[in-house]
């Protein structure tokens, strides 16, 4: 018997970015689910072996990204009991050959780590704030701790000096940039000032020149900038595009590809330094959301369209990733819909409307809908349902007045933005009011509940996905980094402005999003005699096993078919 469509699209091989040793860049890692389960996998170009590092029942590698050491001998990847973010590094060689712990440090959450030749640089989180070590042979040695939130960023080429980003003045969603050198000695010291942000990128790849890609928001918009770290001399760039744009380098140092989102769609840019000029590099319509130039100057960049999953390719078309490819039904497109400001994606099923619809809300909120391929879209649209992204206040990719026109509002400006976008299709037939599904996974679960209690004469149902159900409880249980940005989001902690945190709460109404809060969620929903159903798996704060992803959405479409009399899952 064939498999039914909509699961078939979850087998397509979903992957992260792979990354590459410095002096043997035929060296990659990358984690990938092609087998199954997101696992950590290391493939040498130069004999086109690949094998897998890792074997979890909970997967490996999604959450926190592996890393290879220069010489391309030795992988790290992150072990965490259950999926739960909190664990630690374990070391195997490249070549295969079991793995041992790569620290002496206690568990913590990971704060990044960037490895260097015989040396790491170890970033961990806990409730007394950030740390970074510098890890060697000799054990390790404490470079940086504060109670504010950090991260470890990249090593100059000549491994002298790295950066890190940081928010001891307070603000854990505007970081402000720090270069150190591996005694610990800061060099330099970068701050926008209150309300933007600074993000640390490469440095440059030519042995000799500590210039480094810094990010910022100065005039608005993500734009890159390059710091001489040693001089303290910054070369603001002329880049005139309408969307946010972030900058890798070119091997020689001369020039940076530029990689431009505008509005859930992405291009490349060549950028000459000393010339100041922008050329446009010919790729594909469609989302690109990583890219990178290798040593011998070859452009790689991963594509994904609503219609078909995500590869890495040259410029040239060649397909590095995935490796192999399964028969994949295609997506259907998505069509933008676009009210006011307020930007998103519509895609629907055959015949006329109004259909059932979902709006399928996503989480963060500093993240994005992009024209992407989505296996849990198309299964919605496979059983008759319209289904709408919306790109809310407080999302990522529209600028900085965009995305903290939420702070000291969350949550109920969010949903206004999902209203407007909602009146319209159901004013252009579209959208079924009486059959309309609010559903998204951590923020978007958030929304989801507080949505049912705010609006519900909009909401038909809700389907939250690892939601938060009270946030006094999560943020009580939730990780120290994760307090200090909702701290910073709400504009203070649950004790200091308990109306703003009362009024943004799902229950008021009727390690991210920790289990209790949806407990007392659950428990006020039996209070109230209102029906609900709840599934519980054994993993952290999202499955990467596809098996039970197609578990899990086969649910969803069995609970929505008994609620709204649609179609209840293929088999």
């Not at 009362?502 to 039996?526: E, G, Q």
């Amino acid at each position: 018997m064939t498999e039914a469509a909509w699961k078939r699209r979850f087998r397509a091989p979903r992957f992260g970015f792979p990354q590459w040793a410095r002096d043997r860049p035929e060296r990659l890692i990358y984690g990938g689910n092609h087998e199954g389960t997101f696992e950590v996998y290391a493939l040498d170009l130069s004999t086109s072996v690949e094998r897998r590092l890792t074997s979890r029942k909970e997967g490996t590698g999604y959450r926190v990204p592996p890393r290879i050491d220069p010489q391309g001998n030795e992988v790290w990847w992150w072990d965490d009991e259950g999926g739960s973010e909190h664990g630690v590094w374990r070391t195997q060689p490249f070549d295969g050959g079991e793995a041992r712990l790569a620290t002496d440090l206690a568990p913590a959450y990971s704060a990044i780590t960037t490895l260097g030749t015989g040396f790491a640089l170890v970033g961990r989180s806990g409730d007394e704030g950030t740390t970074i070590d510098l890890v060697a042979e000799g054990g390790a040695r404490r470079l940086y701790a504060h109670r504010q939130s950090a991260q470890v960023g990249f090593l100059s080429a000549d491994e002298q000096l790295f950066a890190m980003s940081h928010s001891e003045h307070g603000d854990a969603r505007n970081r402000a940039v720090r270069i150190l050198d591996r005694t610990g000695h800061a060099v330099a010291d970068l701050w926008d000032g209150p309300g933007r942000g600074l993000r640390s990128g490469r440095w440059s790849p030519v042995a000799g020149d500590q210039r480094i890609v810094i990010g910022h928001e100065r005039d608005g918009t993500w734009r890159p900038l390059l710091l001489d770290a040693p001089t303290g001399a910054e070369q603001v760039l002329a880049i005139e595009l309408p969307g946010e744009v972030e900058a890798s380098w070119y091997p020689d140092g001369r020039a940076l590809l530029l990689r431009h989102d505008f509005r859930g769609r992405g291009e490349l840019y060549r950028y000459d330094i000393d010339g100041r000029t922008t050329t446009r590099v010919d790729t594909p319509k469609g989302s690109i959301d990583w890219a990178a130039v290798r040593p011998d100057g070859a452009v790689w960049f991963a594509l994904s369209t609503s219609e078909s999953p995500r590869s890495v390719v040259t410029l040239d078309g060649v397909r590095i990733l995935p490796r192999v490819v399964p028969e994949v039904p295609r997506g259907r497109g998505y069509r933008d819909v676009v009210v006011g400001d307020v930007h998103g994606f519509v895609v629907t099923p055959d015949g006329a409307g109004p259909h059932p619809t979902l709006f399928d809300i996503h989480g963060g909120p500093e993240a994005h809908d992009e024209d992407t391929f989505s296996a849990v879209v198309q299964a919605w649209v496979d059983h008759g349902y319209a289904v709408v992204l919306v790109n809310y206040r407080g999302s990522s990719g529209y600028g900085r007045a965009w995305r903290d026109a939420i702070k000291g509002r969350p949550g109920l400006t969010e949903l206004a933005d999902i209203a407007v976008v909602m009146d319209k299709l159901v004013a252009d037939r579209v959208v079924d009011p009486k059959r309309s599904i609010l559903s998204g996974g951590s923020w978007g679960g958030y929304l989801t509940l507080l949505g049912l209690g705010t609006q519900p004469e909009r909401w038909s149902m809700g389907i939250g996905i690892v939601p938060i159900g009270d946030y006094i409880a999560a943020f009580e249980d939730e990780m120290e980094p994760l307090k200090r940005y909702d701290a910073a989001l709400f504009g203070g902690t649950p004790q200091e402005i308990p109306e703003t945190y009362r009024i943004a709460n799902p229950i008021t109404y009727d390690p991210r999003c920790p289990a209790r809060s949806v407990d007392l969620y659950t428990a006020r929903l039996r209070e109230l005699g209102i029906p609900y159903e709840e599934y519980r798996y054994d993993a952290g704060h999202g499955s990467v096993v596809v098996a039970e992803q197609i578990k899990q959405l086969a649910v969803q479409l069995d609970f929505a078919a008994r609620h709204l009399g649609t179609t209840p899952a293929i088999a």
